[in-house]
Structure formats: structure tokens, C-alpha cells
């Protein structure tokens, strides 16, 4: 009993270290990467891709994710239906892939 009680304790601890990291990098992003333009819809912009998994364990499902970087401008290969798609100027933004990305923005669920 007294083992089971000891494990509770730290469980509970845990969890409220976790619900402090959480709001420690919530603040972070709002101080660093939070969108202040009233013209633009996405809530963060220009997050550094290596913060990716962080973004996500700070906000969980509640934001959007859309990668920006590199557009490059060549064959992608095969796409499910069988088709060869190509990456032209009118959808090089809306296409960026993750393995591509160098950042990316966050855009608030509704």
C-alpha cells in the first residue's frame, strides 16, 4: 500500500512538471513566433522546423501545421492515382513538403 501511495505522488508530481514545461513553451512561441499582423490568418509564422516536435507537445492538435522552405521546381515522382505531378508556379507554395521545409507556420484550428 504504502509502495502504491509513493507511486501515485510521483505520477502526480510528473504531471504537474509536465503541465509546467508545457506552459513554459507555450510562452516561448507566443514571445517569439507569435503573428501580430492582423492581414495574416496564421498564429505563429517563420518557427524554425527543428521546433516542430515542440510546437506540438506545447499546442497538441489545436493549430495547423503548414511547412515553408525550399519550392523547388522539378518532378516529385508518382503521385497515388498514378499520376506524374510537377511542382509549377502556381502551386509551389501550397505543396512545400515536410522532408523540404526549413520552417513552417501554425494556423488556430476552429
Known sequence: ??????????KNIMNKSLYIVRNELKLVFIK??????????ASFKNIPISLLNQFK????????IRYRGPR??????????????IRDNDNKQSTCLKQDAVKFSAYRVK
Do not use: C, H, P, T
Not at 500500500?1 to 510521483?10: D, I, P
Not at 517569439?32 to 490568418?41: A, H, S, T
Not at 507537445?57 to 495547423?64: L, P
Open 32 to 41: 517569439l513566433y507569435l503573428n501580430d499582423n492582423e492581414n495574416e490568418r
Open 1 to 10: 500500500m504504502v509502495v502504491l501511495n509513493e507511486l501515485r505522488e510521483r
Open 72 to 85: 523547388k521546381n522539378a518532378d516529385l515522382g508518382i503521385s497515388k492515382q498514378g499520376f506524374k505531378y
Open 57 to 64: 507537445s506545447a499546442f497538441g492538435s489545436d493549430y495547423r
